[in-house]
């Protein structure tokens, strides 16, 4: 059974940085996808950022430029730098990894981004 566990969640003034962690354990396969999600009460829940195993990166147009995702595949770890933090980053972060061609999915219970002023 694979378990997926984040960390790094909190609250933060605009401008600020944070950076979210997540690890995959347990009998884990090859995972292809890893990447984050974020939900919050006034959005549906959105791809933050993902990465294939290939290297190939995507980004929301909202973080481009202040948010860089990277990954350690030996460790099964994937990354989330989050700078220049805004009020609607506040979110609660996902993360989810995945093996190609609708294998295994695995999401993380998430944690929680709060931007204030």
């Known amino acids: 059974q694979v378990q997926v566990v984040e960390s790094g969640g909190g609250l933060v003034h605009p401008g600020g940085s944070l950076r979210l962690s997540c690890a995959a354990s347990?009998?884990?396969?090859?995972?292809?996808?890893m990447g984050w999600y974020r939900h919050s009460p006034e959005k549906e829940r959105e791809l933050v950022a993902g990465?294939?195993?290939?290297?190939?990166?995507d980004y929301a147009d909202s973080v481009k430029g202040r948010f860089s995702i990277s990954r350690d595949n030996a460790k099964n770890t994937v990354f989330l730098q989050m700078n220049d933090l805004k009020p609607e980053d506040t979110a609660i972060y996902y993360c989810?990894?995945?093996?190609?061609?609708?294998?295994?999915?695995?999401w993380g219970k998430g944690t929680l981004v709060t931007v204030f002023s």
């Open positions: 347990g009998s884990t396969p090859v995972f292809d996808f």
């Open positions: 990465s294939s195993r290939a290297g190939n990166i």
């Open positions: 989810n990894v995945r093996q190609l061609g609708g294998g295994l999915s695995v």
